[in-house]
C-alpha cells in the first residue's frame, strides 16, 4: 500500500498532466440519464441503508421445509451515508451482516454492522472520514491518495469453526461471533512462513469440496502488485503459500478459481491509470479503463510449486464472479459470469452509480455463463459460451467446488429494470438449457445460496443437487424485503415459502450457510 507522504512525492510533477486531462473533483459528473420511471423509482431502494440494528421472528409464508434448519449470513453494504454526504455508487458502503436463523418452521432475522475501524471512526466524527473503492472522502486532503485505506467488511461472510469472517477487498478480514455478530478484530489469515504475506487480501474465498481446504488470494503492491495464494487445511494450518509478481501490472480483478492445485487468476483488461488517484482527484474506480483490445490474460498458478507459473490470452471478458472450476486429465475447465464489457460498473453512467440518484443509468452488456478451457500441455486457452441471458451471482453446492459439477445457480433477468436481476435460474453446464422463475417487474432478486438438505447428502460423483435455494428479493410493490425458498431440483415452480421481513434491505452481495 502507498503511503500519503509516498502518493505526495509521486505526484509532484504529475498534476500539471492530470490536470490538463480535464480530471474533477467533489461530485459525481452530471448525467443525461433519465430518471426511473415511476413502477421502477423502488429500485433506489437498493442504496438506501438501514440504520437500525434489529432482532426480531419474522413471519413466514408457506411452509419451510422440514429439514431447513441453520443461519444464513449475508453481507453488503448497509451505511450509504453521513452527514449529508452519499456514497457514489450502490457497491460502496460499510458492511452490514444480517443472519436469519431457521428452526422449527420459523425464522428469526438479525442484523449488525461491522465494528471496523473506520465504521468507529466515522460514527463518532458523525461524517465520512476516508476515501473508499468509487467515493472520495469529503475532506480533499484525506484523497492524497484517493484510494481506500480502510476496510468496510462489506463484502463477503464466511465462517470458520466458531468464527464468522467479513471481508472487503482492503486489509484483513474482521472477525465477529457467529452467535452475537459481535465484531472482534482484524485477522490476518496467512502464517509466517519465511516469507512475507499479502497485504490485503480480496473478497472471495474458496473451500475445496473435497479436502475441506480454504484457499485465499491477495495482493502486496497496489500499482505492480505481488499475487498471493494461501491454502489452509480443514484444521485451519497453512499448508502452502505462493507469490509472483502480476503478468498484468495493476489489471484489477474481483475473483479466482480454484482446482487444486491451481489457482487461476483472471486478469481482465480493466487497467488503472494512477495519476488522478494518486492526486486526490479521483477515486479508485474512476481511474480504471476498460481496454478489450488488450485482450483478458490467464495467470496460471500451481500452488504445490511442481509446474511453473504460465500465463494464456483469450479474448477480453469482464468477470465479477466465477462458478466453478475442475481438472480432467491436464485440462482445466472454469466456468463464469462473463461480460463483454462493465458499462453497468464503469463510466459516469453506469447503472451502479446512477440509481444511487434515481437514474436508470447504463446497463447494456449482459452477464452470459461463459467458459474457459485451459490446456496446460499446449499452454494456451479458448473461450466459449455456456449459456446465453443475462446471468449473474453464480453459486454451486459447497460439495462441489473445485470438482466435476453439472448444474449451476445464479440470478437471472428477464424484465426490462437495467441491471437488476428479478429471478433465478439453474443452468445445465453441459447443455446450456436453463431452468427459471422470474418474479418479473417490481422484484429485484440477489444471489441463490445453496442449502444443501441434510437427509440427502450430495455425492460429488453424481450430478444430483438436494436441498433448496434462498435468495433475498426486495418487492417494489410493498418495498420491503422478502427471503424466497426454493426447492433446487424444481426452481421453475417458484418459492415453497417466503420468509418476510417488516423492511427494506439494501444492496447486498453475498451469502454463507451454516447448518445445525
Known sequence: MLTR????????????????????????????????????????????????????????????????????????????????????????????????????????????????????????????????????????????PCTPGHSQAGITPVVKGDTLYAFDEVGTPWTLDPESLDTGRALDPYEGDGQTGPASYKAHTKTDGRSGDWVLVGLRGRLNPELHALVKNRAGRQTRHVAHASPRGSAYFHDFFWADPYVVYHLHPALLSPLPMLAGLRPFADCLHWKPEQGSLLFVVDTSGKRQPMTMEVPASWMWHALNACTSGDTIVADFVGYDAPDHFLGPSAAFREIMVGRSGVAKSAGTLRRLIIDLTSRRARLETVASGDFEFPFIPQQRVGLRYRHGYMASQRADQGWFHDGLARIDTETGRSAAFHFGLGHYVGEPVFVPDPSRPIDPETDDDHGWLISEVLDGRSRTTFLAVFDVA??????????SLRHHLPFSFHGWWVGT
Open 5 to 144: 507522504r509516498d502518493s505526495i512525492r509521486l505526484i509532484g510533477a504529475s498534476v500539471p498532466a492530470v490536470a490538463l486531462g480535464g480530471c474533477t473533483t467533489g461530485a459525481a459528473e452530471e448525467s443525461a440519464e433519465p430518471l426511473l420511471p415511476p413502477d421502477q423509482a423502488w429500485l433506489a431502494l437498493l442504496g438506501q441503508g438501514l440504520p437500525e440494528e434489529l432482532d426480531y421472528n419474522a413471519e413466514v409464508e408457506g411452509r419451510l421445509p422440514d429439514g431447513l434448519s441453520g443461519t444464513l449470513y449475508r453481507n453488503g453494504p448497509g451505511l450509504f451515508e453521513r452527514d449529508g454526504f452519499r456514497k457514489w455508487t450502490i457497491v460502496d458502503g460499510d458492511g452490514m451482516i444480517r443472519a436469519t436463523t431457521f428452526a422449527n418452521g420459523g425464522a428469526r432475522f438479525r442484523n449488525r454492522y461491522v465494528r471496523t475501524t473506520k465504521y468507529s471512526a466515522e460514527k463518532k466524527a458523525g461524517a465520512f472520514l476516508y476515501p473508499t473503492w468509487t467515493t472520495p472522502a469529503p475532506s480533499f486532503f484525506e484523497n492524497i
Open 490 to 499: 424444481r426452481v421453475e415452480d417458484g418459492p415453497l415459502a417466503r420468509v
